[in-house]
């Protein structure tokens, strides 16, 4: 998340607050002026009661725009974006800050899944004024669809420097009524320099080897040695990343590749971004370990992965390897698909709402205890590491489940045989999904990407 100020802004400091509930999906009618209610993506219909006068992306609200020579609000999100949907509940339902802007902006909301086109375009623009994008993007058009200010989540109130749109908003209403000509003269340069940048991005080239090897070396500096993945921060899975290392080991036999694509993969399926329950990978993890995720899964991150597992099978024949990509199909099967029409669902929300904190995925001693009988529970906690304190801030009793030692050491811990440890592990699994699935669970986006589905029927053969 991130925010930058133009010289006519001001920023303030504030304290940090409590953020309400997430107004659950439900069909609540829409505001009169909202024209979102009839939209096909769900991240549009569940802003269809707040009481901002939100347009979809088209041509009648730009003309709107320019007929009244209003500046654009822009809100570029997603169904299973957890900032997104504390923005919305904070900001876009809070009326004072709706009367604002349904008096000086005319507003337009787009999901990100849905419209990748308008994303690309002005997350480019975010990054060349912020330095990094994201979602919700937040930004501010002149009435031809020129960015003029920008960033990411912002709150209603000033907040641990972050500036609220009850600030910023008057600011801005401000600014392009006194000094429009700045303003427009500002949005032409940076969209000039975008142009130009694109233009000379796209050049019809040949791949040489020498990019390939520079990409390689690139790649083996960033490496995590000790976690995998690169980087020793907030880890997302880099499907292609590791795609390109195995191609490499498979046409050179580089030791180098090889160990960087095992190193991350072991780590990832043994890791808390895996969901060991019900299979399928979240969207990245929060910590250099893999172990404490954000709950979102994207079915064109488990395609990347259920390839990456599969030809990580074939060049090692590791278990590991093929127990995970089953686990991804399992997923896959199970909740992010139509099994009698077919197609492949977009994705699968983190959470219900902004307090549970993953709590359909996460798992206190208690909940285990009573999910399973006493031999598997004793398995259970020791395998996954669930303790009396887990890992998650909103309830600390809540434990992500990843695998801390081996069935090897816990049969020598429990004086049990190795057979037995591995039918009471596989036996917990079963039974703590099967009370997993009477939890309310997190909203399954059913819409059918063509591209994305392209990606996992081409898996799906892999797998075949």
Not at 124 to 146: H, I, M, N, S
Request: proline share 5%; hydrophobic share 40%; with cysteine.
């Amino acid at each position: 998340m991130s925010v930058v100020m133009g010289p006519w802004l001001t920023n303030a400091d504030g304290k940090e607050s409590g953020i309400p509930t997430r107004p659950a999906l439900v069909d609540q009618g829409h505001r009169p002026g909202n024209q979102l209610a009839g939209a096909a993506s769900p991240y549009l219909r569940e802003a269809a009661q707040q009481p901002v006068h939100w347009r979809p992306w088209s041509q009648s609200a730009f003309k709107e725009a320019q007929q009244q020579d209003k500046p654009i609000l822009l809100d570029i999100g997603a169904v299973w974006c957890h900032w997104c949907h504390v923005m919305d509940v904070e900001s876009y339902e809070n009326e004072d800050i709706a009367r604002i802007i349904n008096q000086h902006f005319v507003a337009i909301k787009v999901d990100m899944d849905e419209r990748p086109d308008i994303d690309r375009r002005y997350q480019e623009a975010v990054r060349a004024l912020t330095g990094q994008g994201g979602w919700p993007l937040t930004a501010f058009l002149t009435p031809d669809g020129k960015v003029f200010f920008a960033g990411t989540y912002f709150p209603p109130e000033n907040r641990g420097g972050r500036v609220g749109l009850k600030v910023l908003l008057p600011q801005i209403t401000e600014v392009y009524a006194t000094q429009k000509a700045q303003v427009l003269a500002s949005a032409n340069q940076l969209s000039n320099a975008l142009t130009q940048f694109a233009a000379n991005s796209i050049r019809n080239e040949n791949i040489s080897e020498t990019l390939v090897q520079e990409i390689s070396t690139t790649m083996v500096q960033q490496f995590d040695p000790m976690n995998g993945g690169f980087g020793n921060g907030v880890k997302f899975p880099a499907g292609s990343a590791i795609e390109l290392a195995l191609a490499l080991y498979f046409t050179n036999q580089d030791p180098k590749m090889l160990k960087l694509v095992t190193t991350t993969l072991d780590a990832m399926a043994d890791g808390g971004i895996y969901d060991h329950i019900g299979g399928g990978f979240f969207r990245y993890s929060t910590d250099p370990q893999w172990r404490v995720p954000h709950f979102e899964k994207m079915n064109y991150d488990n395609a990347e992965l259920l390839m990456n597992y599969l030809h990580a099978y074939k060049a090692t024949g590791k278990a590991l390897y093929r127990e995970t990509a089953e686990g991804i199909i399992g997923y896959l099967n199970r909740v992010l698909s139509d099994q009698v029409n077919g197609g492949f669902y977009a994705h699968q929300d983190a959470d219900m709402t902004r307090e549970d904190d993953g709590d359909y995925y996460t798992w206190t001693v208690e909940e285990v205890r009573q999910a399973l009988p006493k031999d598997e529970a004793a398995v259970i906690l020791r395998f996954y590491d669930i303790q009396p304190r887990g890992e998650m801030r909103e309830n600390p009793a809540k434990n992500v489940p990843f695998i801390a030692t081996t069935p090897e050491a816990l049969a020598q811990e429990l004086d049990l045989s190795l057979e037995r440890i591995q039918w009471l592990i596989q036996q917990g699994k079963s039974h703590l999904l099967q009370a997993r699935m009477a939890r309310k669970s997190p909203l399954v986006d059913q819409t059918i990407y063509i591209d994305r589905n392209g990606l996992l029927i081409s898996a799906y053969l892999e797998a075949f």
